[in-house]
């Protein structure tokens, strides 16, 4: 089997899955691969995700002319393309409109404070893009400032996208930013989530080392009230050092339990 026809396997598994999840709509959506030989495999347009076949897949050049398969690549192809050009460790991209993650990038609301673990740990924040028109040059650029610290982003009005060293990692974070979305979003119903202090993100954060996490990835955004709350810590803990105690032990087994589900 040729590493063309994995990679193509990968993509509509991947493809099926996201419209099992509903996190596309008629034509919404599109995933591609950055192949060992450096080509891109990339969905076709005008296909829903879950009719895509291997067969459908089109294989393009890093400028998007297309080297094989019948008819157009997705139309956010440009968008892949500028990704791949821009980060040298990505090999995956994925596109989708999950509805409760677009809510928020319709909204206007950014997913960057410390409050979910997993989030913490595997993606940092998620920001919202500027606005630009689906399938053009200027959505592909509204990426740029992001491109660098982000592995997921909300597309203003429109989606989010995820990358990964593979498609299957892209994947998973677009999960993830589907179920944080949720969660957030239930958070936000019964009168706001409660964001982690310093002292709780920054365990997180030294977790990200010890399984791989890449360098370079966007922190949370710490409150200001979490800051002071470290400042009150550090002049003298109000708890009792048993409390402080079973404190870092449920941080503790927390982390080991997010880098668990990152690394499965
Ligand atoms: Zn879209």
Known sequence: MSALHEVKRAIVDVCRKIDAREYVGGRDGNVSVLASNGTIVVTPAGIRKGDVTAD?????????????????????????????????DVRAVVHAHPPVATGFAAAGVEMNECILPEVIVGLGRVPITRYATPGTPELSSSLDP?????????????????????VVSAHHRLETVEQAARILLVARLLG???PLGPREVREL???????????????????????????????????????????????????????????G
Not at 65 to 75: D, I
């Open 56 to 88: 459908d897949l089109l294989v393009v050049d890093r400028r998007g002319a297309v080297l094989q398969g019948r008819g157009g690549p997705s139309t956010e192809t440009l968008m892949h393309l500028r990704i791949y050009d821009l980060r040298s």
């Open 146 to 166: 992001l491109i660098a610290e982000h592995d997921a982003y909300l597309l203003a009005n429109h989606g989010v996208v995820t990358v990964g060293a593979d």
């Open 192 to 194: 706001g989530a409660n």
């Open 205 to 263: 954060i030294e977790g990200r080392s010890r399984y791989g996490v890449r360098e370079g990835l966007a922190g949370c955004e710490l409150p200001e009230a979490g800051a002071e709350r470290e400042d009150t810590e550090a002049a003298g803990p109000s708890a009792p050092p048993s409390t402080r105690a079973a404190e870092d032990e449920l941080v503790e087994r927390i982390v080991g339990q997010v880098l668990e589900r990152l690394r």
